[in-house]
C-alpha cells in the first residue's frame, strides 16, 4: 500500500497570507489527523477527522481550520499567517483507534 | 484529561548497552499506549502498540516496551543499542473510552554514542 502523502513539502509564505496544506491518507483508513511540530513545542495536535466529521480538535485559534472530503483525504488551512506557525505539518492516518502512520510532513517557513 | 509524560529530554548509551526510554501516563479509562520515532527530517514512523493482553510487547527493529498498570507506565527498552537507533522517540496514549484524541510526550531524543 501507499504510505500518507502530503503536499506540498516545502512552503514560504509571508505574514497575512493564507495556506492550505494536503493530505492523502493510506487507503482503507478513515481517520486523519493533523500535528504541528515545533522544536519548542513539540508535537501538538490540530483536529482529527473521521469519515467528513470533524472528531477532535486541539487548542488552536480559529485562523487553522480542517476539512476531510469522502474520498478520506483532508486539507488544513491557516489563514492570516503568523511568524509563530512556522513549523513541520504532520498528517497521521490509521484504522479507528489503531496506530497513526504518518506522511513525510509539509515544512511551512512564514517570512 | 489524559497525559503523557517523557521525563528525559535526552538519553545517552554507549553502543552495545541496554537502553531505556521512560514514559509514564494518565487517562481515566483504560488505554491505548504506542511508541514512535522519528528521523531528522522525517515523520514519525510506528514501533510499536499496548491495546490489552501481554504486559511486554514486542515491536520493530528489536525494540519492546513493557506495560505497568500500577506504576501507569510503557518505558520502550532494547537489550543491545545501535548507533542507527539514535532518533527521537515519542510515547503516545489515548483513552480506550470514548472518541479520545491521541495525546504524544515531548519526546527523548536517544543518543547512542559509538
Known amino acids: 500500500k501507499a504510505g500518507v502523502t502530503q503536499t506540498p513539502r516545502y512552503l514560504i509564505k509571508t505574514r497575512g497570507q493564507q495556506v492550505t496544506l494536503s493530505c492523502s491518507p493510506i487507503?482503507?483508513?478513515?481517520?486523519v489527523s493533523w500535528y504541528q511540530q515545533t522544536p519548542g513545542q513539540g508535537l501538538q495536535f490540530l483536529f482529527e477527522?473521521?469519515?467528513?466529521?470533524?472528531?477532535n480538535k486541539g487548542n488552536f485559534p480559529g485562523r487553522f481550520s480542517g476539512r476531510q472530503f469522502s474520498n478520506s483525504r483532508s486539507e488544513m488551512n491557516v489563514s492570516t499567517l503568523e511568524l509563530g506557525d512556522s513549523a513541520l505539518y504532520l498528517c497521521a492516518s490509521s484504522s479507528n483507534y489503531n496506530e497513526q502512520f504518518f506522511g513525510p510532513g509539509t515544512r511551512l517557513t512564514v517570512l | 484529561a489524559q497525559s503523557v509524560a517523557q521525563p528525559e529530554d535526552q538519553v545517552n548509551v554507549a553502543e552495545g548497552n541496554p537502553l531505556t526510554v521512560k514514559c509514564t501516563y494518565s487517562?481515566?479509562?483504560?488505554?491505548?499506549l504506542f511508541w514512535y520515532v522519528q528521523y531528522p527530517n522525517r515523520g514519525l514512523q510506528f514501533l510499536l502498540k499496548y491495546i490489552t493482553g501481554d504486559n511486554l510487547v514486542k515491536g520493530s527493529y528489536g525494540f519492546e516496551a513493557e506495560f505497568n498498570k500500577s506504576q501507569t507506565s510503557f518505558h520502550l527498552k532494547k537489550p543491545s543499542a545501535l548507533v542507527s537507533d539514535s532518533a527521537l522517540y515519542f510515547c503516545?496514549?489515548?483513552?480506550?473510552?470514548?472518541?479520545?484524541?491521541?495525546?504524544f510526550g515531548t519526546g527523548t531524543k536517544l543518543q547512542v554514542i559509538p
Open positions: 487517562v481515566s479509562g483504560n488505554p491505548y
Open positions: 503516545a496514549v489515548r483513552d480506550i473510552g470514548g472518541y479520545q484524541k491521541v495525546t
Open positions: 477527522y473521521f469519515s467528513e466529521t470533524q472528531r
Open positions: 487507503s482503507g483508513h478513515r481517520s
